[in-house]
């Protein structure tokens, strides 16, 4: 069984970094994220706490881009379609 090697993630066709999911499972990686970032700051209380919430959200943030890295095309600069 040869499967082909399908990117939740793809390339943003400009710039450095990936683009909007392709899959249902990138799709669940976005949302847990969003949520995490706004379901912490109802828990954190992001008003008075923001260092923490800052912290927070660096952790997420990184791990998102973890996940992208792992599950999303190489990334690298891209100027566009080569016509």
Known sequence: MNREHQYWFP?????????VPKTWQGWVVLIAYIAA???????????????QYLG???????????ICWLKG???RWRWGRKS
């Open 11 to 19: 390339a943003k066709e400009y710039g450095w970094g990936w683009g």
């Open 37 to 51: 970032l706004l379901f912490g700051g109802l828990l954190l209380d992001g008003g008075n706490n923001r260092l």
């Open 56 to 66: 927070f959200a660096a952790i997420a943030t990184v791990i998102l881009v973890a």
């Open 73 to 75: 095309e190489p990334p």
